[in-house]
């Protein structure tokens, strides 16, 4: 009986989608190594399957090096509570070593088109990462064509992404992005 009463009641309560999460983001920790000072992505939410467009300005205050470098990325998909996906293949909360990222950003500037646009904002090619600042401005933002996996049950939905920067095993930099994807 107590199970017809709670599944009538269930039943009858209409259903609204909560509202999507608008993109934001912010610094969570020292900023003396990393300090996100701007950033900006349309479509909000993001479209699998379609492009985004990316912009944002960024202050590199310390050396980025492949040997004393790594960020620690934390990836959680908002259910009833946060849940953390967990690193499978390098997808995921993951920790990624200095070696391990100047090796992907010296594997991606290989391609021409990305080459190009580093080229273009002057945006380093190769490690180390030297300080400055550096800026993608929304005046000549980045398109990006972000691939549809057709997972809705996994992709579709709000997010909490946390990077931690450490260097010497020490933490330089912290950003939090939250987003919410639709396919």
């Given amino acids: 009986l107590l199970l017809s009463v709670i599944t009538v009641v269930l ?15 912010s610094n969570c920790g020292s900023t003396v190594g990393v ?11 993001v ?10 300005t960024v202050k590199i205050g310390q050396l980025f090096e492949n040997t004393t470098s790594s ?16 690193c499978l293949d390098n997808v995921g909360s993951c920790t990624y070593s200095g070696s391990f990222l100047c090796d992907a950003l010296a594997n991606a500037v290989t391609h ?5 646009i580093f080229e273009k904002y002057g945006l380093p090619m190769a490690c180390p990462i030297q300080p400055n600042i550096y800026s993608i ?23 909490k992404i946390k990077a931690v920067i450490t260097n010497e095993s020490y933490s330089v930099g912290c950003v939090e992005v939250y987003l919410s994807i639709t396919s």
């Fill in 11 to 25: 039943s009858t309560k209409p259903h609204t989608d909560p509202q999507p999460f608008t993109f934001s983001y």
């Fill in 35 to 45: 300090n996100v000072l701007s950033a900006s992505l349309k479509p909000d939410p």
């Fill in 47 to 56: 479209v699998l399957g379609a492009n985004i467009t990316l912009s944002g």
């Fill in 71 to 86: 960020i620690a990325l934390t990836l959680e998909k908002k259910e009833f509570i946060w849940i953390e996906i967990p």
């Fill in 112 to 116: 021409p088109d990305t080459k190009a």
């Fill in 137 to 159: 401005p929304s005046s000549g933002p980045i398109n990006v064509h972000v691939k549809n996996p057709n997972l809705d049950w996994l992709t579709d939905g709000d997010f």
